[in-house]
């Protein structure tokens, strides 16, 4: 089988190139401009028995003329790895134990450097399970059922899912999407309320364990098959199944998911509610949808700082509350900072909106080096603490790079790349170079001037003798690109303010 890995290499591939040739018709050349990158945490193990290929993505636009790897802060001069030609991403054939690190891209041109996240690049493990027979569990029709599976040993600890496997023909699996079904943030599988056909005599319920080391594969584990017999009882008292412990802890700007999975026959239908507030609907995966197991588990994206306090879960007459924490390592308020394009003299603002508890330090570099690290230019002004930088008059020769913004706190960091391309280029008229118009007179025409100039240009209107327009009240008067004339003729022209200062 090809490794997963390696397949999302070639596609991370031809991603980036489709997008620099949807792309590069129309944007300006400028500092490159990272496309694909892994994230920032990416394991290998060492099993022989498997593909150990292990690659490491940074895909750049076609801007990009140089990549450069540094491991632990510092430049990698004899690699344990290979580089595809015009390609920033690395592979290692065969990682080893002294591969473990953090691992930083830089891609570069004559405008400047764009730098990847912090890649920590770590060793794992996951052990086999125990090589069992089918398990035969006997239950009633109506009843609600638990079944466990004990994970094997791997760091990081492994995370279970539930299968579908048909008894005869071991090559049918099947995810399991059933509204009476859920596993359990712990593993478990349970049944509301069992049926006739959870024990069809073909079905296997298999539990596997998946890992990062593993890259989308899994191992097979224990296997089970109900053997369910007929009931006359409709009705079946509900209780609880599972539930979230009463108190938890999340990271803000992660996934949060509570669950209450109760058991009984009327289905019991799972109400949420927070006790000291309302809860962030537009944050929240829809309640009817397989992803939250049909009510049962309560999604919330992008968690908040305010989204801490007590949550309530209510199945008829049964009641679970979960006091939820916060825990605010750095987070993106509303967005990372923004690329800007910019004509030279104006002023640009690049923003790091970041949020965190205690209130996260925001450094800001260019071209991967520190803004201290820098001659100290006037120009540049940090407000609210680092959240704002500001530059003044932009200057094309000093200003064109890429900036990163990184916001962090003992509980973590994030990290940004934003592109500034200061453009400088002499004026040029976007309409054509000779217009005419039959109208009627005393009637009234709107002339339009669209130039394009960096820094901007100045624009005044004159007659064929090059004369300034003469402005009368009432007839004639000059706006932003606009004017009113009447049945004489006139022209344009455009000088921008450095060819004018050169004068």
Known sequence: MMNLDFVFFILSILCADIVAQQTGNRSLIGPPKLLVQSPSEVWFHLDPDTDQKTILNCEADSNTEKYLWIKDGVEIRDPNFLQPPKSGSIIFEAPKRADEGYYQCFASNIFGTAVSNKIHLRLGSLD????????????TEGQSLTLSCKPPAGTPPPKIIWLYRDAEQTSVIQTIRSRHITVDTNGQLHFTAVELSDGRPNLIYECAATSPV??????????????????????????????????????????????CIFGGRPFPTIFWSKVDGELPESRIVDLTSFESDFGRSLIIENVHPDDAGTYECRGRHLVHTVNVRVMAAPFWEHSPPRDLVLPEEATGELECLAGGQPSPIITWSMNGRFLHELAEDPRRVLLDNGRLLRIRYLN??????????NASNPLGYIFANAYVHVKAHAPFFRMPAARSWKVVLHSTISLDCDVDAAPEAVVRWVDTDDRPLQIIDGKTKVGYFVGLVFDEKYFLYAVSKAEKNEK
Request: hydrophobic share 30%.
């Open 214 to 259: 593993l890259r989308e594969e899994y191992r097979s584990g224990d296997r089970i098959r109900l053997d369910v017999k007929k009931s006359s009882d409709k009705s079946q008292s509900v209780k609880k199944l599972f539930v979230s412990p009463s108190e938890v802890t999340v990271r803000a700007g992660t996934q949060m998911k509570l669950q």
């Open 396 to 405: 094309h020769d000093i200003d064109t790079g890429v900036y990163q913004c």
């Open 128 to 139: 086999h399970f125990p090589n069992k027979s089918i398990r035969v569990v006997q239950v």
